[in-house]
């Protein structure tokens, strides 16, 4: 009628780890029963991160042999009393058991009871009673106050006090255990007793059970004394099942009706297993599928007094029939501990926990329990104590500068309106003015020279283009949307080999113009509108060809990027393909270098005439910031990798207005009288190329 042991075994796991007990310490009885208490318990304690601080095997008192081996056991038990961090330990024994313990540590030290350092959280198991015999008499259980035990599950039966206070040693005469009893526990002798001696008083037999303290008898029932009542009165419904199941069936065996007596007790199995009744304390009483009472453990807190009295007070339960949340009950206010505790839950750790923003790292020839102390690696975060590992960071959240939270990551991207994009969104509208006044000059005096020999057509379509180009990056400006990541990076590439083209074709036009005044070949075919456009033409559609199949493939689109910057959430466009988006960009750098290259040998025509050496330093810039663009972008992260990106476009849009326009607008506003055809005409001399 007891309940299964494996529940009080989960049950000091689950005390343990309320309270987060990890280095113990284990008392047991030397036998067959210690090691197998053992050999089932350790297992678990590991299982559930539990470390065993020692492992200590005590002896019963009846087993001391020789005085020299009382010593050893002595030095035994005080050895684990030395580790200061196992402030708990669990003993598993007898009442034997515990007797052997105290006369070990009184023999081994003269003041125990003063010692702060024996103070220990006790736990002990529903084997232990602490209800003794006349030998603890004059003991005080005070070195077990604030013990936490676990008993057989019981409740006040009534009448049951009542009953305890009628017992005289008289009730009968052939059963001599009232009278031994008496005499032990009143001090007294009988006198036709024959053990009588003079040295107690005589037992009057009118003695009251309640006056005697609680190490000597309890008024209250016991978690064994309320098995057996169970029991009794289980066998008494099962013989009341099989006597109404008789009279009902008439069920006859051998021929005749079976007599209760001769019923054996393997026939009272089926019967006990379907009993269902409620005992006189209000609790239902049955048996599961394994034959077992499903009570379960009660936890009590030992509580001592002064006069050597203690009383037990229930502060938990353990029931492995209960739902998973009431398996395990403790009411941690109930609990008195040890006085050197002053009433705070002890620790009993190898070393300190680990705080949050750190986690255990081993130390190397130790128990797991025994750790060391690290900080979370980055991205990772730990919000609780001890935690093995940190946990990492979700995507959209980095952790806190103590690694004890995860914070929300900032959306990130580069907006007209924070002081960068205003900057940049300022500069180029003022270029894109600049632009405009330049084109409606050169519209004005589109029938000048300077104007007429610069090819208007191709000048009106580089500025067009220019600007285009300084327009290009409000593409690039504010939360990327599937449109504006569509055209953003082929716009770019278009525009720009539109203006290169310009710029490649006018080279172009000035080499041929010259090389048409040299006697010899007769290059004049080769001047006019034609060559012109359609290097303009057959250069850009080349561009537009390599964009059509990116777009028409691996089309860019609105991406987020949440490893780059640890604390944002970058929203920008995926280009789709960077091997395109690369081609792009070495198709347009194909076409600069040849633009600078054809430029830089057309510098030497002369000054009258000649804009190559303009055109020229116009090409170093732009080659120079495109250069310098690749290795900066790749080092940049986050939105700023998109400032660069229109810092670029600006910066060579920029190079290529004011080295080629700038000199023509301040000969056309400022020097109208050098915009004149006579002074156009060049000196003839010879043209090295």
Same mark, same amino acid.
């Given at each position: 009628? @007891? ?19 990890? &280095? ?21 304690? !590991? ?64 003041? &125990? ?7 220990? @959280? ?24 604030? =013990? ?40 007294? !002798? ?47 419904? =099962? ?45 239902? @009483? ?42 395990? +009950? ?68 980095? /952790? ?13 991207? %580069? ?12 500069? =180029? ?50 939360? /990327? ?53 359609? %290097? ?13 199949? &990116? ?18 959430? @970058? ?5 789709? !393909? ?56 790749? !080092? ?9 990106? +229109? ?33 156009? +005409? ?6 090295? %190329?």
């Amino acid at each position: 009628m @007891v309940p299964n042991e494996n529940q009080q075994y989960m049950g000091i796991i689950r005390l343990l780890q309320h309270f987060g007990w990890t &280095w113990v310490g284990l008392f047991v009885v030397k036998d067959d029963s210690g090691e197998h208490f053992l050999q089932m318990l350790e297992p678990l304690l !590991s299982h559930h991160g539990i470390c065993l601080a020692f492992v200590e095997r005590i002896i019963n008192q009846a087993h001391w042999n020789m005085h020299g081996e009382a010593q050893d056991l002595i030095s035994n038990v005080f050895q684990p009393f030395a580790d200061s961090k196992a402030r708990t330990s669990i003993l598993y024994g007898e009442s034997r058991t515990i007797i052997s313990l105290i006369i070990l540590i009184a023999l081994g030290d003269s003041e &125990w009871k003063e010692n702060v350092s024996l103070r220990k @959280v006790w736990i002990t198991t529903a084997q232990a009673d602490f209800a003794t015999t006349i030998i603890q008499w004059g003991w005080n259980y005070e070195f077990f106050h604030g =013990a936490i035990s676990f008993t057989i599950h019981k409740k006040e039966l009534p009448g049951f006090k009542e009953f305890l206070q009628g017992i005289k040693p008289d009730w009968t005469k052939q059963d001599t255990f009232f009278k031994e009893f008496w005499e032990q526990a009143f001090l007294c !002798s009988f006198p036709n007793s024959s053990d009588y001696t003079d040295a107690y008083k005589a037992c009057t037999g009118e003695e009251s059970l309640e006056s005697l303290p609680g190490p000597v008898f309890e008024m209250h029932i016991l978690g064994h004394s309320y098995s057996i009542y169970n029991a009794v009165y289980a066998i008494a419904h =099962a013989l009341h099942a099989i006597c109404v199941s008789q009279f009902k069936h008439r069920e006859v065996v051998g021929g005749k009706r079976v007599d209760l007596q001769d019923i054996q007790p393997w026939q009272l199995h089926s019967f006990l297993r379907h009993i269902l009744f409620n005992n006189s304390a209000g609790e239902t @009483v049955s048996f599961n599928e394994k034959m077992e009472m499903g009570t379960g453990f009660d936890i009590t807190n030992l509580v001592t007094f002064p006069n050597r009295s203690f009383q037990r007070v229930k502060v938990g339960k353990v029931n492995g029939n209960a739902l998973e949340g009431k398996y395990f +009950i403790i009411r941690e206010d109930l609990i008195v501990w040890q006085k050197s505790f002053n009433q705070v839950v002890p620790l009993s750790v190898c070393n300190d926990h680990c705080l949050p923003g750190y986690q255990k790292k081993k130390k190397e020839g130790e128990k797991f329990c025994c750790y060391d102390c690290i900080l979370c690696p980055e991205g990772k975060i730990s919000s609780q104590k001890d935690l093995d590992e940190c946990t990492q960071c979700p995507e959209d959240q980095y /952790p806190s500068k103590n690694h004890e939270q995860c914070i929300p990551k900032m959306i990130s991207f %580069l907006s007209a309106e924070e002081p960068l994009g205003i900057s940049l969104v300022s500069i =180029a509208v003022a270029f894109s003015l600049v632009t405009v006044l330049m084109l409606g000059t050169f519209i004005k005096h589109r029938d000048t020279p300077i104007v007429k020999t610069s090819n208007r057509d191709i000048t009106y379509g580089l500025l067009i283009s220019l600007l285009l180009c300084f327009l290009c990056p409000l593409l690039f400006l504010g939360r /990327p949307r599937m449109m504006t990541c569509f055209l953003q990076k082929p716009a770019f590439g278009i525009i720009f080999t539109v203006a290169v083209s310009c710029i490649l074709a006018k080279t172009v036009t000035v080499v041929v113009a010259f090389m048409a005044t040299r006697p010899g070949p007769n290059m004049k075919k080769w001047m006019g509108k034609r060559l012109t456009n359609g %290097l303009v033409l057959s250069c850009s559609l080349t561009q537009i060809c390599i964009c059509t199949v &990116w777009l028409g493939t691996t089309p860019p689109f609105p991406d987020v990027d949440t490893k780059s910057v640890p604390e944002e959430i @970058v929203v920008q466009c995926n280009g789709g !393909s960077v091997i395109m988006f690369y081609i792009v960009l070495g198709y347009l750098g194909l076409l600069s270098l040849i633009s600078l290259t054809v430029a830089f040998l057309a510098r030497k025509l002369p000054d009258s005439f000649n804009e190559a050496k303009f055109i020229t330093f116009s090409m170093l810039i732009f080659c120079s910031v495109w250069l310098s663009f690749v290795p900066t972008y790749l !080092s940049t992260k986050g939105k700023y990798m998109v400032a660069v990106e +229109i810092f670029s476009i600006l910066a060579s849009s920029v190079g290529l207005l004011t080295c080629i326009f700038f000199p023509k607008c301040y000969i056309i506003l400022l020097r109208p009288e050098l915009n004149k055809r006579g002074k156009l +005409i060049w000196r003839k001399k010879e043209i090295v %190329l």
